[in-house]
């Protein structure tokens, strides 16, 4: 399936460097905290080698300095535990935030994309990206900080003991350079793709779940189990890729760790038996060196769990307009969030003029529809299956700008409208029905989160709703690991979270569907009623609908071929009249 | 490393949480246990060096000794061979045996999602599946990961006191004494962190189902513009996770003062003691910087134990959701019986429903609700008195009556992958029959519009299809399957009704001779129907043909599509 956009390496960098920068002073506390740990770390080996000398020349201050050590110890314990602490608050901080982006800005996403990528991409980026991101800002970025501190320190501390024993560390750096350019020019998409794996190993347990019926139904056990297999066996060859580039790179750098070691050691030595230091410089020398070890080493592990964070943040970034990642139908243009709108005029309904749109390149669905809706005007739309309706009442609610040709409400063209504004004009209700987590209460005010129970009530009761929604109560939990509600109800809840909108114009796609046929007619008279004086366009295959509308479109292979009132459509024995007759079952038309 | 996926996951012998870590272990024993040997010969290699630097100090600076001096830093150098070799050689077995873990787990997870089928939504949200499947796989694969380095520390620490008992048994006590009294009061810290981050972990979870709420959800919010209240409770549930968070760093930021501060002070007790013996000429100067340094390496293992246990407790946690799922049973029991293939009649006491066998039943129901009580109970997705033939129904093998009776109703899903694997799920059709069942279910067009027909990657649910496209591909996909009974819940409440005319007259062709069994109050199909029984408040109060039923009051009122008052 194709997944939602990654964002590119540089708006990786950029992005981090400025959520980085957009909270200096919580950063510079963490580095300091971690810095002066780090410097009191470095006060054990040098007191040692003063002790050592010491005690060898027969000397007893070993009271006094074990004391320092002591506190020295101390201080760093308490000062790293300070800038963990301040560390994870920076960072819970941060990934909330990144988080909380992430999904809004899914949510402005073309649908087309998110629906595609499914739930798994989703999830896995929401869950394990951002855990992977939460590991590399709690941990990576103040341990490479620390890391890298520790070295310069340690680094300096060699240069004052003796300029000449601090040459001796050169020896590891070209390996060093070299295998970590090359390790890292791969590893990010290594990494990118490692985490694409999981997303897809997600969405296929995820269909299983959702499908559990189907799949006991159909006896499709083996088929889910041969698809997880499938994913899995993606996943390990894309961890196999990343453990083959370490499996060159850390025993590369872990030989290239031990040679200063033996550099200093040796080298060091010979300088002490030709008298150019003394014994306990190349002591301290050697310790440090050694020292040096630990620090480097976590800034390289740490410096690989960069690679995943960035990674991660690249699939957090991909959603986000100014993030690289772009949508699949041109709908990424901002909308306009401001009161900028002129010339809107309430009088004039909605307008459709040479709409033509396509899902696939050079398969248009709709194909220069002309329309005009007046103010008030109860339109249905029918036709056969796969005609374009559902497609046309998307474009009118703006949930797809067209591809060519325009739509308008009001005069003003429905993909210029800032969205409440927008919303508060066209609403759309579709025979997809789905129950969020929440409340049933928290599922009919969706749309308009200040109402207060006496307008849901109202909403309700405009759906025929009020009955089994009072005797659940409003606070019952829906959705997801909540009450079930059947279809029907689903649908009832649309429309009353519909009617508390209380747009000017409603699109129905099939809103009924899932009703009885009696219950249905039933709810669109009552609806009618709540909605007297709105437009309301209809798509319905139950033609009670069209004939109790003002005027009925017909629609086929994406153009509108029949247009006017139920009666005169039937009088003229065409393609509506035919249906007509088809729907009473009488097949003799 | 060997290969995955394991064809056959195998099946935990005992669910609970340890046990089933056990078990997860024992099937990966041998590359554990060669994990834990790389896993001892690293830090023992690295223990090693400070012996050596001492040596090099004492042997060669101190005795003024140049071949002592290089003999001991080839030594180092080789020491550190070795530590390079076995570092990667551990991680890959570590990578290996996580891995092994994980994809069992959700190989399992699978197997059992699928085997409780209808019973899955009933006990358990979609969410909490998720949860196990993304956050606990990993986190029980994580013990696994860890367990040959735990081993190894442990080794390790042994090792290390042997050393410093043989140079100074004092100080070689003072660290096997000193060890498990650190560790000890490192493991009074995890417990109250493995609490705060088992309280993250369900928060986690809540804000996970909300996630998943918008894939479905996303066509209803742009419908009216409830994305901001949305993206609103989202935030509020994504702080209270922030919230926990902290909390849990907070423990974590003792936890990690503690692990330096405990090692920390055992190193001074014993560089303190050290320079007494040095003073008293009991020790030299370069064994003092051996201790030293082994007092300082050991704060590595001890660090690597405290982790590991917390690890597996996390893991634990982990493991109990996964056993709690996996011992989820599914609530109808097979029956003894064996199902043999003959047509006959369905019979639901319940409603008073009678299927013939072998021919097309319609059935108009007055309430939708009643139309998906009697579907479920006919295919046996509740318990209850229906008979087939002359047997009871729940006497008879479960997979047997699903192989038999097929309940297709507008909840039923399409998975994602070629149209062509969705339309024929047992993989037995072929081009000519897929075509066929398609043309029946009235769906030539929406193979015609796809860019690779029947060889399409479809989306998950198919959402790219109109829920009319959807529809008819599920009937396509119905028939194809082929069952002796098939029972379809408004197979054409989306469709229009040219569309839904040429299904009826198809469908009652191609099911010629098996049992059908159609719920809908369309007239158009009710028509196609041999016999048409009329339920009213669940009972079954009126049969007959669709033109003989225009005749009862009851039954005209629910069908006919007449132009005045419903």
Redesign the interface.
């Known amino acids: 399936m194709s997944e939602l956009p990654v964002a590119s390496m540089r708006t990786v960098r950029a992005r981090a460097r400025r959520l980085a920068l957009a909270h200096p002073r919580e950063l510079a506390v963490v580095v300091a905290l971690y810095a002066l740990g780090a410097a009191s770390g470095l006060a054990g080996p040098w007191l040692i080698g003063r002790l050592v000398e010491d005690v060898t020349r027969g000397v007893d201050d070993v009271s006094l300095v074990t004391a320092l050590i002591c506190g020295f110890i101390v201080a760093q314990a308490l000062l790293t535990g300070l800038g963990m602490y301040a560390a994870a608050r920076l960072g819970e901080k941060v990934l909330a935030r990144l988080r909380e982006e992430f999904v809004t800005d899914v949510l402005a996403l073309p649908l087309g994309t998110v629906e595609r990528a499914g739930t798994g991409d989703l999830i896995t980026r929401t869950t394990r990206d951002v855990d992977l991101l939460a590991r590399a800002v709690r941990y990576a970025i103040p341990e490479t900080l620390i890391s890298t501190l520790t070295i310069a320190l340690t680094l300096g501390g060699l240069v004052i003991i003796g300029p000449l024993l601090a040459l001796p560390c050169l020896v590891a750096v070209p390996t060093l350079w070299a295998a970590t350019r090359w390790y890292l020019a791969r590893a990010h998409a290594g990494y990118l793709r490692e985490n694409a794996s999981y997303s897809q190993i997600a969405e296929g347990l995820s269909e299983t779940v959702d499908g559990a019926r189907t799949v006991e139904a159909l006896r499709l056990g083996d088929r889910r189990f041969e698809r997880v297999n499938r994913d899995i066996a993606a996943s390990y060859a894309a961890e196999r890729y990343t453990l083959r580039l370490r499996t060159v790179y850390l025993p590369t750098i872990d030989t290239s760790f031990v040679l200063p070691v033996v550099a200093t050691l040796v080298i060091g030595g010979l300088f002490y038996l030709e008298g150019m230091v003394s014994l306990a410089a190349v002591t301290t020398a050697t310790l440090y060196t050694q020292q040096l070890l630990v620090p480097i080493d976590m800034l390289l592990f740490w410096m690989n769990e960069l690679q995943i964070g960035g990674a991660a943040l690249a699939r957090l970034l991909g959603v986000r307009r100014d993030g690289g990642g772009a949508g699949d139908d041109g709908s990424d243009r901002p909308r306009p969030r401001a009161d900028a709108v002129v010339g809107a005029d309430p009088g004039r309904g909605v307008q459709v003029h040479g709409v033509s749109y396509a899902y696939r390149d050079g398969r248009d669905v709709l194909r220069g529809v002309d329309l005009a809706i007046a103010p008030g005007e109860r339109l249905a739309i029918v036709g056969p299956s796969g005609a374009g309706k559902s497609t046309l009442g998307k474009l009118l609610a703006g949930v797809h700008p067209p591809r060519a040709g325009t739509v308008t409400v009001d005069g003003v063209a429905v993909g210029d409208l800032p969205l409440d504004r927008l919303r508060s004009s066209v609403a759309l209700v579709t025979q997809e029905h789905h129950v969020f987590r929440g409340t049933v209460r928290d599922n009919v005010v969706l749309g308009r989160p200040a109402a207060d129970d006496d307008a849901v009530e109202q909403a309700l009761r405009a759906v025929d709703a009020w009955g089994w929604a009072s005797a659940l109560g409003l606070g019952t939990a829906v959705g997801s690991g909540g009450v079930e509600l059947s279809p029907a109800q689903a649908q009832q809840l649309a429309l009353a979270r519909l009617v508390l909108v209380d747009p000017h114009t409603l699109v129905l796609d099939e809103a009924t569907s899932l009703l009885d046929p009696r219950a249905a007619r039933h709810l669109e008279r009552s609806l009618a009623a709540v909605l007297a004086g709105r437009t309301v366009i209809a798509i319905a295959h139950r033609l009670h609908t069209a004939h109790d509308a003002d005027r009925v479109a017909v629609m086929d292979d994406g153009r509108i071929v029949e247009l006017g009132s139920h009666d005169e459509l039937v009088a003229a024995g065409g393609a509506y009249a035919a249906l007509w007759r088809s729907w009473h079952g009488d097949h003799s038309g | ?1 060997r ?3 394991d ?1 056959d996951p195998g099946r935990p012998d005992r669910l609970t949480p340890g046990r089933y870590l056990f078990w997860l272990t024992r099937l990966e024993i041998g590359v554990v246990l060669l994990g834990a040997f790389y896993g001892c010969l690293w830090p023992v290699a690295q223990a090693l ?2 012996y050596a ?1 001492g040596r ?2 004492d042997d ?3 005795a ?1 000794d ?1 071949s002592d ?2 003999l ?3 030594i ?2 080789a ?3 070795v ?3 076995s ?2 050689l551990q ?2 077995c570590a ?1 290996a045996n996580a ?1 092994g873990a994980r ?1 069992r787990t ?2 399992l ?3 059992q ?10 006990r358990v ?7 196990v ?3 606990d796989v ?1 986190q029980i694969g994580r013990a696994l990961e860890i367990s040959s380095r735990g081993i190894g520390s442990a080794v390790t620490i042994v090792v290390i006191a042997t050393i410093m008992l043989e140079a100074s048994w004092q100080l070689g006590l003072v660290v096997l004494a000193g060890v498990p009294v650190m560790v000890w009061a490192l493991s009074l810290l995890l417990r109250p962190l493995i609490d705060r981050q088992s309280r993250l972990r369900d928060q ?1 979870s809540e ?29 509020e549930e ?2 209270r ?3 926990a ?2 909390q ?3 423990v ?3 936890l ?3 692990r ?2 405990l090692p ?2 055992l ?2 007790l014993v ?2 003691l050290g ?2 013996y ?2 008293d000429g009991d020790l ?2 370069g064994q ?2 051996a201790f ?2 082994y007092a ?1 390496f050991l704060a590595v293992p001890v660090r690597r134990i405290s982790i590991a246990a917390g690890v597996v407790m996390k893991a634990h946690v982990a493991a109990r959701r996964v056993v709690d799922l996996l011992a989820l049973e599914p609530e109808l029991a097979s029956g003894p019986k064996r199902l043999e293939a003959a047509a006959s009649d369905l019979h639901d006491p319940a409603s008073g429903l009678v299927v013939d066998g072998g021919r097309f039943t319609a059935v108009a ?5 009643d139309a ?1 009580a009697v579907a479920d109970r006919l ?1 046996r ?1 509740t318990d209850s008195d229906v008979t087939y033939g002359e047997q009871p129904i729940r006497d008879l093998d479960l ?1 047997d009556v ?2 038999h009776v ?3 109703s ?4 399409l ?3 070629a149209l062509r ?1 969705e339309l024929d ?1 047992a993989g037995r059709a072929d081009d000519h029959r897929l075509d066929r069942t398609v043309d029946v279910a009235s769906g030539a ?2 193979l015609e ?1 796809l ?1 690779d027909g029947l060889d399409t ?1 479809i ?3 198919g ?2 299809f ?4 959807r ?2 591909l599920r009937l396509a ?1 119905a028939l194809t ?1 082929d069952p002796e009974v098939l029972v379809l819940v408004e197979p054409t ?9 040429r299904i009826a007259e198809r469908l009652a062709a191609e099911r010629t001779g098996r049992t059908t069994v159609v719920f809908s ?4 199909l ?2 196609h129907a041999d016999r048409v029984v009329l339920v009213d408040a669940g009972k079954a109060v009126a049969t007959g043909t ?1 033109a003989e039923l225009m005749g009862d009051e009851r039954y005209r ?3 006919a ?1 007449e ?1 005045g008052e ?1």
């Open positions: 490393m290969p995955f996926p064809p060096v400070p630097v090099a100090i060669g600076l101190a003024r140049r001096l290089l001991w830093g080839g180092v150098l020491l550190g061979l530590q390079a070799a570092g990667i991680d890959r990578l891995l994809y959700l190989q997870v699978t197997r999602a699928a085997r409780l089928g209808a019973t899955l939504p009933r949200s979609a969410g909490e599946v998720m949860s499947g993304v956050s990993t986690q804000l996970t189902s909300r996630a998943v709420d918008i894939v479905g959800g996303l066509r209803v919010l742009r419908g009216i513009g409830g994305e901001e209240m949305f993206a609103g409770r989202y935030r994504s702080q996770v922030r919230h968070g902290v849990v760093a907070r974590e930021s003792l990690e003062s503690t330096m501060l920390g002070l190193v001074a560089v303190f320079a007494r040095v003073l030299t100067g003092l910087v030293y340094g300082v129901c007055s309430r939708p609700a998906d295919g997705y997979d699903r192989r097929l309940v297709v507008n909840d039923a899903r998975f994602a992958g694997d799920p067009d929406i519009a860019p990657e989306a998950p649910d959402r790219e109109s829920g009319g496209q529809q008819r996909r399957v409440s989306a469709v229009d009704a040219h569309t839904e005319a109050t369309s007239p158009i009710l028509d669709h009122a629910l069908v599509r132009e419903a």
